[in-house]
């Protein structure tokens, strides 16, 4: 008889098309509890098979229940075909985050075999399904190898009545480097907004070689978004920064789209909307119920809590801030925002991400600000009082600062390039929070971002722009 040593904390992942007996194996060898089916779960959420949405949620909830297990070192078997390559990975960086063995059973039954006993159960997929799960299990006999598990074993009909499992002490797999991490986790990112930081964040991500889907919530928006990103990318190759080839590439990395739907494939979904805490939540919850759980969520928020955000979700340990700074293809620096469940794991990923991009990170704790809006917002705001008071004009005091402090640009002409509205509404965010004077926004920021005067891109500002 042979026998398949499982250690007593190990994820067990079972690949094999419907009617392979898998499941059947499963009850033989372990108990209800150990066993997490994808099946299970989908019965839990929506009665309704065909409802792509609650099929969705079906996932997320399996992958949080083994998540959940094996954070308690529990042995947990994952009852899924795991036929994709997608579910493969998902729950192979599950099992990496836990730092606990993977151990693949492949169910290799005959397909007559699998359509006999589809034939005998309640819930039949039928001879087409099982013959494309076949395909897929050709594919993922050829892939698992290169996979990277700590065991893998091919079990045909006869193997699967003769083996024993036999539970062996924990053991502790090794964790991940950062180049893995890289490697591993993320792959492709959507991005949430693509106005003037959504759009640059989109540019850097599919510069550095990740494929992009970025989401705007009308055709028009997002259009613009995408001349945007075009517009920048034609400057970087008169500029001699990348090839036309480069620029062509880059761009055929990006898909624009109205729908958050289309955002669940994603491995790291990145938020550029507006700063305004419900709005934020609002987009977090939606996500929350398209996104597998193995998906880390960044908000690019520059002033917000990103403990907050995280309670709109049911992933707060894989949730943090990403806050590039604009304009992001020009600016070095990312604060990485670590919430206050933030996982290191979610911090190592996020990171070694930020500078595949070619980014600085500087990882912060979450307070109001973080740490360079916390140092610069002040001298902004005090720029626009000193304006209110009459102690100089706008273009006096934008000289005075660069001559003076050798600063690249003047207060006036920074506000418009990163935004006046942006300004005010992070000014009123930390305000809110601190009470602390130094942040309270002038009369005068208020009146420009209701008049919608916003700065360069809305082509006026303290300065006019043609």
Not at 64 to 79: P, S, Y
Not at 232 to 241: D, G, P, T, Y
Not at 276 to 285: A, F, N, P, Q, S
Not at 300 to 312: D, H, P, Q, R, Y
Request: glycine share 6%; aromatic share 6%; hydrophobic share 40%.
């Amino acid at each position: 008889m042979r026998r398949i040593p499982i250690p007593k904390n190990a994820l067990v992942i079972l690949v094999g098309p419907a009617g392979s007996g898998k499941s059947t194996f499963a009850r033989k060898w372990f108990s209800d509890t150990q066993i997490v089916s994808s099946d299970r779960c989908r019965a839990m959420v929506s009665d309704d098979e065909a409802n792509l949405a609650s099929s969705g949620r079906a996932f997320q909830v399996f992958y949080e229940l083994i998540r959940h297990r094996l954070a308690l070192g529990r042995l947990t078997v994952a009852d899924s075909t795991a036929l994709s390559p997608r579910v493969r990975r998902e729950l192979r960086a599950l099992a990496r985050g836990a730092g606990v063995p993977v151990v693949v059973l492949v169910f290799a039954t005959s397909p007559q075999t699998c359509v006999v006993r589809d034939a005998s159960r309640e819930r039949r997929v039928g001879p087409e399904v099982i013959d494309r799960h076949h395909r897929m299990l050709q594919a993922a006999l050829e892939a698992i190898p290169r996979e990277g598990y700590n065991a893998w074993y091919v079990l045909n009909e006869q193997a699967q009545e003769e083996v024993i499992i036999e539970l062996t002490e924990p053991q502790m797999a090794r964790r991940a480097t950062r180049k893995e991490v890289r490697e591993m986790a993320i792959q492709r990112v959507g991005v949430v907004g693509c106005g003037l930081m959504g759009s640059g964040i989109a540019e850097v991500c599919a510069r550095a070689g990740y494929q992009v889907v970025v989401r705007e919530v009308s055709e028009e928006l997002l259009q613009a978004g995408l001349r945007r990103i075009e517009q920048s990318m034609a400057r970087a190759v008169e500029r001699q920064k990348m090839t036309p080839e480069e620029r062509d590439a880059a761009r055929a990395r990006i898909r624009g789209t109205t729908r958050l739907e289309d955002l669940q494939d994603s491995d790291l979904v990145i938020e550029a909307v507006p700063e305004k805490m419900d709005l934020k939540k609002e987009v977090w919850r939606a996500l929350d119920g398209i996104c597998p759980a193995s998906t880390i969520f960044a908000s690019n928020t520059s002033s917000l809590s990103i403990t907050e955000m995280a309670t709109a979700t049911r992933r707060p340990d894989r949730f943090c801030g990403l806050h590039f700074f604009n304009p992001v293809p020009v600016m070095k620096l990312v604060e990485l925002v670590r919430g206050y469940s933030t996982s290191e794991e979610t911090v190592a990923t996020c990171r070694a991400f930020a500078e595949s991009l070619g980014k600085t990170v500087v990882v912060v704790k979450d307070h109001p600000g973080f740490l360079v809006n916390y140092l610069a917002l002040p001298f902004l705001l005090d720029a626009v009082r000193a304006l209110e008071k009459g102690l100089a004009t706008k273009e006096e005091i934008d000289t005075a600062v660069r001559l003076g402090l050798n600063h690249p640009m003047g207060p006036f002409e920074f506000l418009d390039l990163v935004g006046i509205d942006t300004t005010y509404y992070i000014a009123e965010a930390m305000f809110a929070e601190l009470k602390d004077p130094r942040y309270a926004p002038p009369v005068l920021l208020k009146q420009m971002t209701l008049a919608g005067l916003h700065g360069r891109k809305t082509g006026r500002g303290f300065y006019t722009y043609g």
